[in-house]
């Protein structure tokens, strides 16, 4: 499978760098707070490799993304997201987002139900409540490379990974500014103008182990929106999701697609 | 006393059934079975278990699909009953013939939660030399019925020699033509492609291996090369033929009991 990439301008200030492999209808993946798009390669290429076009924007200060000024909030990130759906054409696109990036996602199905056949989002923390203060200093630290490789393991184990799982992956690829201009971007937002995610049909991939995302919050959500939401959970896996379960993620993705954005045909 | 329930993973209805109270212990029947299949096993296990066997998509009270599956699909699926049934960790999982390779998929999935795993007859990787056997006796089941094929496959699976109660061998011959023909083609499909290398070289927890000394598919010095790759793992032959848990049911409890009292605990 080819991977390229594009630059798509939005306006005169921004510059979006896009990551693209496959033949097919769009799917869109959006990665998590002060992460790269690369945090989906396998599930990118078992989704492009099944017939799908998968597109993975970089967030604004990640590879060739850059702007001028930061995000003013959750729509200004969501609508990022739109000008590259618009400027591919194909669409209307399914759209996956971890962790922060379901917001982002959530936030576009609301602004622009015409973008949107589905949405997945994973590891969501749908909840209104913040993260406590010992959270919010193991995710700082995760993201810290100045800070010794022992102590951001131990914060990654803390925030991220299930007992078990290898957070050795995760000590790179950290975009700490990013990481600030996301958190900002997603605080000027209330959590109700993004909370239900438009009306398209919803997968809700909820990780078994997750600290920040938890199980509750995600029957609470199937039962406040019903039958558009299916909700899965992930077997032995925290808030970090991707890199430990990446097969389960991507099949579950792909049989949720077949109904609702299925390859092979337009959609 | 049994309970019979149903969920939905994937968008297909699962059929499982839960018994008895104790240890967490989940069976996974073979390609031409039902949960039903593990019924002689349970007659013979001493209490202490809380036992989960769900009918895989396509068998038994499960939902008669019309799109292909794998054994990843299986082992997600089986994930997600496991979860339905709030069946608590740790687990010892037992899977039989095509079962045991999903056993092996669910562990890999499971990862630490898994205290356990017995697999009776695996069919752990596809034989090239069976694959045309399978696919055109799963064309011919398609075309024909089952009644077309349940001599040829029951001479090698479950022939006059491996017959140890009449009664048994009769109800699973009746289970067997009433399988869905068209589900048992995919399963065949499923089969012919199957490769948990990988999968059992990731395997944490101790694994007992049961091979039939008078299993026409799956004799023991294949099974003994297709678990190489299992890091801590024994091999027990039992006198049995390729449906152990009908054949030699007495041998399958007792090696489950004996897997506890391995890890130092009491049943």
Known sequence: MTLTRHLVPRGADVTLEV??????????????????????????????????????????????????????????????????????????AFVAGHAFGNRV?????????????????????VGIAPSGPKMRAAIRASANPDLPAEERLEALRFAFFAPGNDPTGWLEDWYPEVLAAQRHAGDQTPRHEDYAGGSAPLLYLQPDTDPLAHVEDAEIFKRELGDRVTVVVIPNASHAALPEQPGFIARELLAFMARVHPAGRAA | MTDLRWTEHQGVSLHYKLS?????????????????SWDEVIA?????YRILRADQRGTGLSEKVRTPFSIADMAADTAAIIRAAQLPPPYTIAGIASGAAIAVALAALLGGSVESLLLCSPAL?????????LLGRAATAREEGMRAVVDLVFERSYPQSAITDQHVHDEYRARFLAIDPVCYEMANHMLADVDVSAEMAGLACPVLVLAGSKDLLRPVAHVEADIAPIPDRRLEVVKSGHIMILQAPEAVASALSGLYQASGEKA
């Open chain 1, 19 to 92: 990551l693209k492999e496959g033949e097919g209808p769009l799917v869109v993946m959006l990665p998590s707070l002060g992460r790269p798009a690369t945090d989906f390669d396998p599930i990118a290429a078992e989704v492009a490799a099944a017939g799908y076009t998968v597109l993975r924007p970089q967030p604004r200060g990640i590879g060739a993304s850059v702007s001028a000024e930061p995000w003013r909030d959750l729509h200004d990130c969501a609508a990022d997201i739109a000008t590259i759906i618009e400027a591919f054409g194909d669409g209307p």
């Open chain 2, 125 to 133: 990787k596809a034989n090239p030399e069976r694959r045309g056997y």
């Open chain 2, 44 to 48: 013979k296990l001493a209490p202490g």
């Open chain 1, 105 to 125: 996602t959530r936030m576009l199905a609301t602004d622009r139900p015409d973008l949107i056949s589905g949405i997945s989002i994973i590891a969501a923390n």
């Open chain 2, 20 to 36: 008895g109270e104790g240890r967490s212990l989940v069976l996974i029947h073979e390609l031409s079975g039902t949960s039903d």
